[in-house]
């Protein structure tokens, strides 16, 4: 079991930057795949990236590729999403999520068994 809690959320203009982090408990996080998910009020949770065991596979949402990063340390069990060029529909509450034993990056909700609590990230035009 991996317990997950996200940080770097806050408020920015567009055009800005932010570094989401996901610092996940337990010893065996390097088994573990990792994604982020959004979510915007009125609508459902949306696959944003993922990232598998070892950093070797990452895989974007269309509307976010070429603007976020999805990286790992694995030595700090942490799992980051560095968000570039924001736009004010990036605008949502951000989630990390966590699946065990996968070696690719997984897009889609159901497949993932751990989530955090969410990071608040708003973008103002």
């Known amino acids: 079991q991996v317990q997950l809690v996200e940080s770097g959320g806050g408020l920015v203009q567009a055009g800005g930057s932010l570094r989401l982090s996901c610092a996940a408990s337990?010893?065996?996080?390097?088994?573990?795949?990792m994604g982020w998910f959004r979510q915007a009020p009125g609508k459902e949770r949306e696959f944003v990236a993922a990232?598998?065991?070892?950093?070797?596979?990452?895989y974007y949402a269309d509307s976010v590729k070429g603007r976020f990063t999805i990286s790992r340390d694995n030595a700090k069990n942490t799992v980051y999403l560095q968000m570039n060029s924001l736009k004010p529909e990036d605008t949502a509450v951000y989630y990390c999520?966590?699946?065990?034993?996968?070696?690719?990056?997984?897009?889609?909700?159901?497949?993932?068994?751990?989530w955090g609590q969410g990071t608040q990230v708003t973008v103002s035009s």
């Open positions: 999520a966590a699946v065990y034993g996968s070696d690719y990056a997984r897009p889609h909700i159901y497949e993932y068994d751990y």
């Open positions: 337990g010893r065996t996080f390097s088994s573990y795949a």
């Open positions: 990232i598998n065991r070892n950093g070797g596979n990452t």
